[in-house]
């Protein structure tokens, strides 16, 4: 059917979505039989993870229809739907359940796929402030992610927020949104005083000049160890009342604290070796992220703060009665301000320096200034969760224009990768990771002398395979929950996996290649010859895309639309001895027809794996 003589409706879009076109036919039906609204009808047909029995379903009291029980209405209504071509209807208790029929199945889903091509699965209309007048422009989102601390190594717990964060602007991105990726590094703070002491004490030029960040990281866990004894004190006399004041002015807190007041006093060689941290740092960075394949629109932090921002929101804070004075620290009881759960936090330290809270305060505030902020989206690990929560809400209490910009905030939080700890030094550092899951890869590949013979870099295909690996595993599970660091179980090719994804495409493209019908001349294939249950069931399930990404835009986890990939690959796995290609014994239409098929389903796949941040490779 071509989409463009499809019913109308708001929110509807039937030449990106197969289903819509169904919805739309549907709804107009129901609209005639049921009296109910359109805007009603509409949004109440579901999709179906399970096709099996169904493809729309309709609750009948959805429509809210007096008169009635559900179950009579449910069966009025489906004795009266009209006899379609397109669409078999059948009824369970309460539930009209909508099938898509086999015959027109192929050449609706079909076309569309090859039409979009890249843009399958998207609708980039979602991101405009007026779909009506794209004139208006794209709503604006900024996306806060990775952000490591400066002079630390890039580790495998910095990984989860650059996984989330990247597939996070991908999706934004693909559904129209103009998206600015930021990565807000932790570059200023009383560490680097902890940091500047240690290196005093324990640099080693040598190992400075060889890998300055890990010889920092080195630097760090020795005088962390160092420090902690007093830290430890230090936290106990404030848990219990004790001479906090007098510990936190000796010692190695002492000169730690100084050091960090000379920074923010502006000493020139306190800053000097701060930079050579931050720029050193940034180049490492760069060329992980190179590793990743992920760009940055800005690399912010702390450090860049202005004062005067951070002044002006002390000032507020205190002209609206919101801040107070503590002991020489400038503080905020947020159970006095309907956040009990907040309780109280320091915004300024009794020795005048800043603090993590009130950069991050100013941050949020310098970003509304600057932006026409519709979202901006903090993806911060849930130990950080109070942290952020006491941020909003301190932005918010700011009133206008800033209360705005923080009910426009969202916190993304996620669990931990177990068994690393920056402080004792037990960490996975990433580019030894990539390293050794690439060359994981790379044996695994060498197993079949005739495949790798043909890959053109294996290297970079081995890298890839190992990138992936890393970040389905990050991925499978919801966001919030904690998983533990398996390099074996990661790599394998058994089970939903990475590298099984990668395989799953590269047999698509293996199919496609040993065909011998170009990819142009598959378009033109007669796609009224799948008619076999295999070849349907894949359409229903590949028509489900467009929906299982705006699924995903409403929860934001990767975890949903890896899960529809892996069944998508599933299915596949199940049809190629039913829907064979080569010496099909229906013909070669019919192959043709099928290898069509196999294409769709390789841009479906495609499309999901870009979306999630990872690169297909065609061979393995």
């Not at 390293?435 to 890298?463: G, R």
């Not at 395989?503 to 040993?514: G, Q, T």
């Not at 299982?548 to 409403?554: E, H, I, P």
Request: neutral net charge.
């Amino acid at each position: 059917m071509d989409p463009a003589t499809v019913p109308s409706f708001p929110n509807s879009y039937p030449s990106l979505n197969p289903v819509d076109i169904y919805r739309s036919i549907i709804t107009q039906a129901l609209v005639e039989i049921t009296g109910a609204p359109s805007d009603h009808v509409y949004p109440a047909l579901q999709w179906q993870n399970n096709t099996s029995k169904a493809d729309l379903v309709l609750a009948a009291p959805r429509l809210r229809i007096k008169g009635g029980k559900p179950a009579e209405q449910a069966k009025e209504w489906a004795s009266k739907f009209p006899d379609l071509d397109m669409i078999t209807v059948d009824v369970d208790n309460i539930y009209v359940r909508f099938r898509f029929a086999p015959g027109k199945l192929p050449q609706t889903v079909l076309p569309m796929i090859f039409r979009l091509g890249g843009r399958f699965g998207l609708n980039p209309a979602l991101g405009l402030r007026d779909p009506e007048d794209p004139g208006k422009g794209k709503k604006f989102v900024i996306v806060e992610f990775s952000s490591p601390n400066i002079a630390k190594e890039f580790h495998a717990g910095h990984l989860r927020s650059t996984i989330i964060g990247a597939f996070i602007s991908n999706l934004y991105e693909g559904l129209g949104y103009e998206v600015r990726r930021v990565n807000y590094l932790g570059d200023w703070g009383r560490q680097y005083g902890l940091l500047a002491v240690g290196y005093k004490k324990y640099a080693d030029e040598e190992a400075f000049k060889k890998n300055p960040t890990k010889a920092l990281f080195d630097i760090y866990v020795k005088i962390s160890a160092d420090f902690k004894p007093e830290d430890d004190a230090y936290k106990e006399a404030v848990k219990n009342g004790g001479d906090a004041a007098t510990l936190e002015n000796q010692g190695l807190l002492g000169q730690v604290k100084e050091y960090f007041k000379r920074m923010e006093d502006g000493d020139e060689e306190a800053l000097s070796l701060w930079r050579k941290f931050r720029e050193l740092s940034i180049e490492k960075y760069k060329q992980t992220y190179a590793r990743l394949n992920i760009e940055f629109d800005d690399y912010a932090g702390e450090s860049k703060i202005k004062k005067e921002t951070m002044e002006r929101a002390e000032e507020i804070l205190k002209d609206r009665d919101i801040s107070e004075f503590n002991d020489g620290a400038s503080i905020i009881h947020f159970e006095k301000h309907g956040a009990k759960k907040l309780a109280t936090a320091v915004i300024r330290n009794r020795n005048g320096t800043t603090n993590y809270l009130l950069r991050d305060i100013g941050n949020l505030m310098e970003r509304a200034d600057t932006y026409p902020i519709d979202k901006v989206i903090y993806v911060i690990m849930s130990e950080q969760d109070l942290h952020i929560a006491r941020a909003f809400k301190a932005v918010e209490l700011l009133g206008p224009p800033y209360d705005g910009a923080a009910k426009r905030a969202l916190h993304i939080s996620y669990g931990k990768v177990m068994g690393m700890s920056t402080r004792k030094g037990t960490v996975k550092f990433l580019e030894d990771i990539l390293d050794e899951v690439s060359t994981s890869m790379h044996e695994v590949m060498k197993k079949n002398e005739t495949k790798y013979a043909q890959v053109e870099d294996p290297d970079k295909v081995a890298e890839i395979l190992g990138i992936s690996a890393v970040m389905v595993q990050d991925m499978t599970g919801k966001r919030v929950n904690n998983y533990p660091f398996d390099i074996a179980r990661m790599t394998s090719f058994e089970g939903d996996t990475g590298p099984y994804l990668q395989y799953a495409h590269a047999r698509l493209c293996s199919i496609a290649r040993k065909s011998g019908h170009s990819v142009e001349s598959l378009h033109d294939a007669d796609f009224s010859l799948l008619k076999e249950p295999h070849a349907i069931d894949l359409l229903r399930l590949m028509a489900q895309f467009p929906d299982q990404v705006l699924q995903t835009f409403g929860t934001l986890e990767a975890t949903n639309l890896l899960t529809y990939l892996f069944r998508l690959t599933h299915q596949l796995s199940s049809s190629y001895d039913v829907l064979r290609v080569v010496g099909a014994l229906e013909g070669e239409e019919v192959g043709r027809a099928r290898a069509a098929l196999y294409e769709a389903a390789r841009v479906v796949i495609n499309n999901g794996m870009r979306l999630l941040g990872l690169t297909p490779v065609d061979r393995m």
